[in-house]
């Protein structure tokens, strides 16, 4: 039950995160989503009670200030008026921070690839409650979103909480947090190198920013 529990917070996440695209710019959402960062880590401060050392604390300014420079947000005064979608980004951000923390402590005696499968049904029926599939009753469109559905389900439903099973109860919330950082600078060299997107010298000091961050972080376990 605490796996599709889980799950359910992964269909959330997702749900609060288009949601916020509805109002804000794409580089000012993935900001207030990867506000997830430091909410991770409070969330093991306040039920581990694991306080972030000063070493942690850099890794996480690092990582913050990096975002903001890799994703080329403008934060002019139009920016900072609040509208809805600053909200959903970070409600986003706080159920994305939940799954790592929950990832890390349920099913732990579970099989990883079991446990995926449970997340992924949860993660499922929380957004067919709030959108219902009622396409699916339709073969023709069906048929022609089979090849691009079966690529996304693999990357973006079923490998990612696998690899989640794998790895967060081993690292934990917290640093599990910083090393998830690690999906922007991919989406942006990816955006380069695949879509032909061409990136400033501050997002490419944004990018290195964020490594180090993640380098950082993870240098206290080594």
């Keep these: 039950m605490g796996l599709i529990l889980s799950g359910s917070v992964i269909g959330c996440t997702t749900i609060f995160y288009y949601k916020s695209l509805e109002t ?26 694991r306080r ?15 975002s ?31 799954l790592l923390l929950i990832s890390g402590t349920v099913g732990r005696d579970v099989s990883p690839i079991f446990k995926s499968a449970l997340m992924s049904v949860g993660a499922s029926g929380m957004i067919f409650i709030f959108f219902p599939p009622m396409f699916l009753t339709d073969v023709s469109p069906l048929i022609a979103l089979c090849p691009y559905g079966i690529l996304l389900g693999a990357f973006g439903i079923a490998l990612p909480p696998l690899f ?21 600078p991919v989406a942006i060299l990816l955006a380069c190198f695949v879509l032909g997107e061409q990136l400033v010298f501050g997002q490419w000091l944004g990018i290195g920013l964020i490594l180090g961050g993640i380098l950082l972080g993870n240098s206290q376990r080594r």
Excluded: N
């Excluded at 972030?52 to 850099?58: G, V």
């Design 68 to 98: 903001l420079f890799a994703t080329g947000v403008q934060l002019e005064q139009s920016s900072l008026v609040f509208t809805p979608g600053m909200l959903w980004g970070f409600l986003a951000a706080l159920t994305y921070s939940l």
């Design 52 to 66: 972030p050392d000063r070493q942690k604390i850099i890794a996480l300014g690092l990582l913050l200030i990096g």
């Design 24 to 49: 804000l710019p794409a580089s000012l959402a993935i900001i207030f989503l990867f506000q997830f960062v430091w909410i991770g880590c409070g969330l093991e401060w306040i039920f581990f009670h």
């Design 164 to 184: 989640f099973s794998l790895g967060i109860p081993h690292v934990g919330t917290g640093l599990g947090s910083i090393l998830t950082a690690s999906e922007l």
